[in-house]
């Protein structure tokens, strides 16, 4: 299986600051990654696919980079609803998507 | 509006079976490769198995052998029958719409849409 390895496993931030949380692949994934956010008690949602391309109805202070094994994922600038986990998903390995940890973005 | 909503969850004992149901509205579930994810609680997510549009299924190899994916096309329903249940089974089922976007020469599947999840506690 691709691991993957998102990091800081927790932050905490203000409102109005830049954040950036970094996923990394056990082996190169080419653009195949995913990232979503969670909140408490609900599902998952679908924030950037294909590393860098925003799905429809998400701000676009969220965006997405990088290829291979490297990825990051940046929130502009933070507001009140975006305090929440985000996990990052590969989608190279078709029969056997893996997920980040997880990032628990809390207020500081 | 695509709309999956859960049910079936709730409380059974080690070795016992379960049957999850995802409804479908707003799409064709049969026209869709169609997911089942969980979440243990507090914990992070799992890919559990996948039903393609043609019919072919997979499973992760924690499940393999004990659970089936299937679906009604009658009813535009997705379920999960599961047996042999274990402890490290409980978790929140959550049923996704697997999405392929087609760009650069390739297509990139992610999961679009989730239903809003049903608890399996599995428990003597």
């Known amino acids: 299986d691709i691991q993957m390895t998102q990091s800081p496993s927790s932050l905490s931030a203000s409102v109005g600051d830049r954040v950036t949380i970094t996923c990394r692949a056990s082996?190169?994934?080419?653009?195949?990654l995913n990232w979503y956010q969670q909140k408490p008690g609900k599902a998952p949602k679908l924030l950037i696919y294909?590393?860098?391309s925003l799905q429809s109805g998400v701000p676009s202070r969220f965006s997405g980079s990088g290829s291979g094994t490297d990825f990051t994922l940046t929130i502009s600038s933070l507001q009140p609803e975006d305090f929440a986990t985000y996990y990052c998903?590969?989608?190279?390995?078709?029969?056997?998507?893996?997920f980040g940890q997880g990032t628990k973005l809390e207020i500081k | 509006e695509v709309q999956l909503v859960e049910s079936g969850g709730g409380l059974v004992q080690p070795g016992g079976s379960l049957r999850l149901s995802c409804a479908a509205s707003?799409?064709?579930?049969?026209?869709?490769?169609m997911s089942w994810v969980r979440q243990a609680p507090g914990k992070g997510l799992e890919w559990v198995s996948v039903?393609?549009?043609?019919?072919?299924?997979y499973y992760a190899d924690s499940v393999k052998g004990r659970f089936t994916i299937s679906r009604d096309n009658s009813k535009n329903t997705l379920y999960l029958q599961m047996n042999s249940l274990r402890a490290e089974d409980t978790a929140v089922y959550y049923c996704?719409?697997?999405?392929?976007?087609?760009?650069?020469?390739?297509?990139?599947?992610?999961?679009?849409?989730w239903g809003q999840g049903t608890l399996v506690t599995v428990s003597s």
């Open positions: 996704a719409r697997d999405r392929y976007y087609y760009g650069s020469g390739s297509y990139y599947p992610s999961f679009d849409y």
């Open positions: 707003g799409f064709t579930v049969s026209s869709n490769y």
């Open positions: 039903i393609y549009s043609g019919g072919s299924t």
């Open positions: 082996q190169s994934i080419s653009s195949y």
């Open positions: 294909a590393a860098s």
């Open positions: 998903q590969q989608s190279y390995s078709t029969l056997g998507v893996t």
